[in-house]
């Protein structure tokens, strides 16, 4: 069941096992935006989550599929507000720079606001950690050719036109980067701000498995380079093989003029890589084509959306 929002600004705090921290986070931002909805989702917590965040006053949505993603998910389904506000439960993020964050939404300049963390002085990142970080945002930034400063951070502010908008599908930790991408190739407007990201406090571990979600991230990444920018993803592809088909076709072609003979099996070959190659060319033609077709399926719809929905808090058309 839909949870309706009272006030334009809701508190989305995954949480998993974060009994020794969720009280102090809900705390906190309940101090700094008094008036806003805070509701924390219970990603099937094994301690007392849950109880805790209730005590506090807090809504609570229980989502018993494990994963970031998926509570993530669970929150944009079900709880309706003008202004998200996406934050860990870990209480590492502080939360007196919330307005800092909604203040660009609220003037009209971004849609999505990212506090970034990666470049600024005195925040808790461990070595390992930190050059993961900057190594995946450097895959993005080449690959989409952004300039994003923290590909995962994990305290963001959104409208919400881009929340009913954007298809998350993410089911894990990667869940950031599907954000950012989608906010980049959906033409949403990004503002970042640096903030401090501060140390967990002692008894709480961390829940992000450093190699395994690394390599989810990496894959997620070349999924949405895949799915939003095909001709690219497969023209450089296709570039590869059609490159690679040169010198066994070459060495075929002069062989023939020198002897009147041609190798088979190195003739196949050629003709097999250049195949792929044109093939790859095309399939990325046509896929770039009907990804800009679907683009404008998709923004038709929203505007039709956007007649027919009514705001948070206004009473929905009777027939």
Known sequence: MTSRANSPVAILIPCLNE????RR?????????PDAQVVVVDNASGDGTADVARACGATVLREGRRGKGNAVRRAFREVDASIYVLVDGDDTYPAERV????????????????????????????????LGNHLLLKAVNTVFASRITDLLSGYRVMTREFVRQVPVLSTGFEVETELSILALERGFRTVEIPVRLGARPPGSKSKIRLWSDGLRILKEILTLFR????????????????????????????EFLETGAVRVPTAVLATGLEIVGFTQLMTGVILGALTRRFREIDYRLDRIQEHVAPAPGEPEASG
């Open 19 to 22: 009994e020794l921290t969720i």
């Open 25 to 33: 986070v809900i705390n906190s931002f309940r101090s700094a935006l």
């Open 99 to 130: 307005h800092d964050l909604i203040a660009p939404v609220r003037a009209g300049d971004a849609d999505v606001v990212v506090g970034t963390r990666l470049d600024v002085e005195g925040s808790e990142f461990k070595r390992l950690n930190r």
């Open 227 to 254: 799915d939003y920018r095909p001709l690219a993803f497969f023209g450089a592809v296709g570039v590869f093989f059609l490159l690679a088909g040169l010198a066994p076709g070459l060495f075929v072609t002069i």
